[in-house]
């Protein structure tokens, strides 16, 4: 098996499966328009091409790990003018369905088989290999690339048709928005109520009230910390907005997940865009203490 891959996008995602990757035997080729990304990421021992036409030249297969879908179609018609013979390209973003498809059908154009193979997991996560890979597409393909993903996610599946991968991602994000404000509603109520906020953690995180999200992120409220962002404000709120229009095209109601909408609203409008998800506990904190000065006004 040839262990070459290459990596568009060396972030936080893209950056942390280059160095699981690299420990793992892989040969990386990576490239990112952010020179300081490609400087770490070279000191780590990826090695770094001078544009995706590289990339896509000396890898057979490769990942993509990006911010938006103007990158993704931007590196696909690089991939797709590069003339190289078929290469299989994972797509690990967070996009809408219109947008993989998009870019399924410039590859595809070219010869290329893509793959619709986003991530649950933060980027945390990613660096303790603590990813599931959503797969989905061509069979063939995706069982090409098990190794690959074994390698640095902890399980993967083939999903199907492709797009599945990002229609069970949605499904992972709607709990994850909601388990993130549970948290911190809980913690507030954990503090109200008097108790150590770090002995909740212990002991509610474990327990039949704890989540994967309650384990990660409880923590960091108890400490109001919320950098280094595993998880910006900022994105989240774009991951949202594809959640949301998600279910609005398959007529599916989702009251719990669209209640918290507005506190991770609040929590930019507050300036927290580039902190942890996990500030929205401030959000609330600012909310519950506001009502309970109202309450006790009213009372007077």
């Avoid at 039949?208 to 923590?219: D, H, L, T, V």
């Amino acid at each position: 098996m040839d262990k070459t891959v290459g990596i568009v996008g060396l972030g936080i995602m893209g950056g942390a499966i280059a160095r699981n990757l690299l420990e793992r035997g892989w040969r990386v080729i990576g490239y990112d328009i952010d020179a300081a990304r490609r400087t770490e990421l070279a000191q780590a021992g990826v090695t770094i091409a001078g544009d995706v036409g590289q990339v896509a030249r000396d890898a057979p297969i490769i990942m993509t790990s990006l911010p938006s879908p103007a990158a993704v179609e931007e590196v696909a018609q690089a991939i797709a003018k590069s003339s190289q013979s078929p290469r299989i390209v994972v797509e690990l973003s967070t996009l809408t369905l219109a947008d993989k498809l998009h870019f399924e059908a410039i590859l595809k154009k070219a010869g290329h088989i893509a793959l619709d193979c986003p991530l649950s997991g933060t980027g945390a996560q990613a660096k303790n290999r603590d990813l599931v890979v959503y797969a989905s597409g061509d069979s063939a393909a995706i069982a090409r690339c098990a190794g690959l993903f074994a390698d640095f996610a902890k399980q993967s599946a083939d999903l199907g048709k492709y797009g599945n991968g990002s229609r069970m991602k949605f499904v992972a994000n709607h709990l994850v928005a909601i388990h993130n404000v549970a948290t911190a509603e809980a913690m507030i109520l954990a503090e109200r109520a008097g108790l150590d906020p770090k002995m909740v953690v212990d002991m509610v995180g474990p327990g039949a009230g704890g989540s994967r999200m309650f384990q990660m992120r409880a923590p960091m409220m108890v400490e109001r910390v919320y950098e280094p962002a595993t998880m910006k404000v900022s994105i989240w709120k774009k991951d949202m907005a594809i959640i949301a229009e998600f279910a609005d095209d398959v007529g599916c109601a989702t009251p719990l997940f669209t209640l918290t909408q507005p506190v991770y609203a609040e929590a930019m409008a507050m300036g927290l865009g580039d902190q942890d998800t996990a500030a929205v506990f401030e959000v609330l904190k600012k909310t519950i203490v506001t009502s309970s000065k109202t309450r006790t006004l009213d009372a007077d």
